[in-house]
């Protein structure tokens, strides 16, 4: 929608970094949904254009009219290799600039017009002054051109420049000049690769991107496997592997120098603030030391990616290190991570099947830590689902555990979880005393995420109990913690919260202003509740565009869930009560739909609570139903018909 007026052209270069090579398919689960959602947008002004040598064949099914794929390979024609090649020799230097068209053109020839191959036919005139154009195109090339140009140029560099070009391939990503010499410190003493950088530069041998050096893919895979390849894991001291030239060691020197780059723990606020840790996990992964990449993950996920809702992101990087770590402890944390993280994203089947197993290895080795967490995760599990009564018999089996165990943060999950059942089965004071308890042993324990939840949750029992007043001052006290200590999903939540209770009010100023602060925080599996109520506030100022737009984001948010997760009840109820929006801006013919979305919810869950909340939302929504055409929908949503 932004983008309207003038064209804008996206350029993802070297795309098959993104693509597995086996299946072809697109790894990052986000940059498919993000390109997905392009081109399937209505008509807009943006231009994508991909560069790979892996093509995503999954991408290539999604709209392929919208599409255009371009073959290269047969390189560039007529004039514009030889352009190219005019262009590189600016100084005239190597003789390209002013050569003939015909001696132009066999050399395009011999490089069949591949732009990295016509930079290393440069580069290789450029690094030897006794080699000129007509020489190298006197020499026959295997099929490889692009492989043999660029071996050929490598070879010609000098001892130290070979070795800055291999630290570059090592890091396979942009570094600083410190970087290099972090890396080359016992292999070249006294290293300063700055000059040999710069130089490299200039003669297309590396990239330089704001300050940073890196290599094409094609330099990167012929320097890297020009180093021996050396022992997988941790198979040597830190202090040793400095001093030896292979794969194995270089990757995990590699790995050091990020620990060096990291900010402060306190400074940690943002994705890029996590970018040394996310290269430092990628490194170790590549050199098969899965435990140590495992313990970096455990220190940047539960506390931040989890926190700010990176949880795709999260799965994607358990992925590569699940079944491959060696400590006991070290996997229950990560194998956590991984099940919650697919909960945050409503693949609540998913995570229960995945708790169940995790639940039976536990009891297996007699882990009574591990099956407490467990125990509550999988409660969690099925009170989304709707099935509040094996909820609490998971919650109550934790409890017992962690109170015999005096493990206080469990406790406080579990007593979180008992609050959360009593609340959906209606019995609202009862709720709020396990949240009152849980809140005490949080402060007692300096259990600032624990806190931050039961806050909010008090706020939904008052809010249950009419207790409007008192419910303010529970949100508002649950999101000066969170945003003490950036929780997103509580700075999310408990605005869901607080804007109903300015909605009960009729407070649409402070309503408004509030659930457009919680849509600034992504949290997957409450995405659809925020744009429904952000609906109904429009509406009820009499803002129909801005309300239709918030009912058809909440249903597409809602699908979304539902895709994974087709009992996910929570998610149905808000798509049926965007559809009621979308009845009073559009026309009564989505009455049908949104009645027979509350029938599938309540099959799957009647419980007390939880139909009392849709009610009062619902509610709230028919204030602006002038006609009566909703009044049908209540009994439905009550499970009545």
């Not at 070249?188 to 297309?204: A, D, Q, T, W």
Request: with cysteine; aromatic share 8%; hydrophobic share 40%.
């Amino acid at each position: 929608e932004e983008f309207h007026a003038d064209p804008v052209v996206l350029l993802l270069d070297n795309f098959e970094l993104f693509v597995d090579s086996e299946t072809e398919d697109l790894l990052d689960l986000e940059l498919k949904d993000v390109l997905e959602n392009f081109l399937r947008a209505p008509q807009h002004q943006i231009k994508i254009i991909i560069t790979t040598r892996v093509p995503a064949r999954d991408l290539a099914l999604i709209e392929p009219g919208r599409q255009n794929n371009l073959h290269l390979d047969e390189g560039l024609e007529s004039p514009f290799a030889e352009n190219v090649l005019r262009a590189l020799d600016k100084d005239g230097r190597a003789g390209l600039k002013d050569a003939t068209d015909d001696l132009l053109g066999r050399a395009r020839e011999l490089t069949l017009g591949y732009p990295r191959a016509l930079e290393s036919l440069y580069a290789i005139i450029s690094v030897d002054r006794y080699t000129n154009i007509e020489e190298l195109l006197s020499v026959d090339l295997p099929d490889k051109v692009v492989e043999n140009l660029v071996g050929e140029a490598f070879s010609r560099l000098d001892a130290s420049a070979q070795k800055v070009m291999q630290a570059l391939a090592v890091y396979n990503r942009p570094v600083p000049s410190a970087g290099v010499d972090f890396l080359l410190q016992f292999h070249l003493p006294g290293i300063n690769s700055s000059p040999i950088l710069n130089r490299l530069v200039n003669m297309h041998f590396a990239r330089r991107e704001a300050g940073r050096f890196y290599l094409h893919p094609t330099d990167r895979e012929y320097a890297f496997d020009r180093i021996p390849e050396g022992k997988s894991g941790k198979s040597i001291g830190k202090g040793a592997r400095s001093r030896v030239w292979d794969q194995n060691s270089l990757l995990l020197r590699a790995a050091d120098y990020f620990v060096e780059a990291r900010k402060p723990q306190k400074e940690w606020k943002r994705l890029d603030d996590l970018s040394p840790q996310q290269a430092e996990f990628d490194l170790r992964c590549a050199a098969g030391d899965y435990d140590s990449a495992a313990r970096v993950l455990d220190i940047i996920g539960s506390g931040y990616l989890f926190v700010w809702g990176h949880y795709q992101l999260m799965i994607d990087l358990l992925l590569r290190v699940k079944d491959k770590i060696q400590d006991r402890e070290l996997r229950n944390r990560n194998l956590n991570s991984f099940g919650l993280a697919n909960q945050n994203l409503g693949k609540i089947k998913e995570s229960i099947v995945f708790f169940e197993r995790a639940l039976f290895d536990a009891r297996s080795n007699q882990d009574l830590s591990w099956e407490s967490i467990f125990l509550n995760n999988l409660g969690n599990g099925y009170l989304e689902l709707g099935d509040v009564p094996i909820a609490v018999e998971f919650y109550n089996e934790a409890l017992v555990i962690n109170r015999k165990a005096h493990n206080t943060h469990g406790e406080v999950v579990s007593l979180i979880g008992l609050g959360l059942a009593y609340g959906d089965l209606g019995e609202s004071h009862k709720a709020l005393e396990f949240y009152e308890e849980a809140t005490v042993h949080a402060r007692a324990n300096n259990d600032k995420d624990g806190e931050a939840i039961c806050l909010g949750n008090s706020g939904d029992a008052l809010l249950d109990l009419d207790n409007i007043e008192q419910a303010i001052n529970k949100y508002l006290q649950a999101i000066q913690v969170a945003n003490e200590i950036g929780f997103t999903a509580t700075q999310n939540y408990a605005r869901w919260g607080l804007t109903q209770a300015y909605l009960l009010q009729n407070d649409l100023v402070r309503a408004l202003k509030t659930i457009i602060e919680a849509q600034a925080y992504n949290i997957p599996t409450t995405n659809h509740d925020i744009s429904a109520l952000l609906g109904v506030i429009a509406l009820r100022e009499g803002d129909l565009l801005p309300a239709k737009d918030a009912f058809l984001r909440s249903i597409v948010q809602a699908d979304q869930i539902l895709a994974q997760t087709p009992d996910f009840y929570d998610a149905l109820d808000a798509k049926g009560l965007a559809l009621c929006g979308l009845a009073l801006v559009e026309g009564k013919y989505h009455i049908s739909t949104a009645k027979d979305i509350f029938r599938v919810a309540r099959k799957i869950t009647s419980a007390m609570g939880i139909v009392q909340r849709t009610l009062r939302l619902f509610d709230e929504l028919a204030k602006a139903d002038t006609e009566g055409i909703l009044v049908e929908v209540r009994l439905v949503i009550e499970g009545k018909e």
